[in-house]
């Protein structure tokens, strides 16, 4: 079974800065993408950012202020997000998606992001 273990999540003022990372917890050879997703409290869960071997895909409000990327060798994937507004306070999930003849998700535990003066 695959583990998705989060870390980078905080309180952060307006403005400000903070990477998420993501390491799924043995290698996987049949990544089709790695992404964040996020939920705010009353909201549905939606998707942030995604990255395959060849593309990458924003939510329309994170664009230009998030950057996902990935470590293929390190089985990680991060989220550098700079400026933060209150809007983007969530708790912040990893996604992996496995595709070796079907599709499998993976979910992190998810953590907080609070942006907050």
């Known amino acids: 079974q695959v583990q998705l273990v989060e870390s980078g999540g905080g309180l952060v003022q307006p403005g400000g800065s903070l990477r998420l990372s993501c390491t799924a917890s043995?290698?996987?050879?049949?990544?089709?993408?790695m992404g964040w997703y996020r939920q705010a409290p009353g909201k549905q869960r939606e998707l942030v950012a995604a990255?395959?071997?060849?593309?990458?895909n924003y939510e329309d409000s994170v664009k230009g202020r998030f950057t996902i990327s990935r470590d293929n060798a390190k089985n990680t994937v991060y989220l550098q997000m700079d400026s933060l507004n209150p809007e983007d306070t969530a708790v912040y999930y990893c996604?992996?998606?496995?595709?070796?003849?079907?599709?499998?998700?993976?979910w992190g535990q998810g953590t907080q992001v609070t942006v907050s003066s």
């Open positions: 996604n992996l998606i496995s595709l070796d003849g079907s599709f499998v998700t993976y």
């Open positions: 043995k290698n996987i050879y049949s990544v089709y993408s």
């Open positions: 990255i395959t071997d060849d593309s990458t």
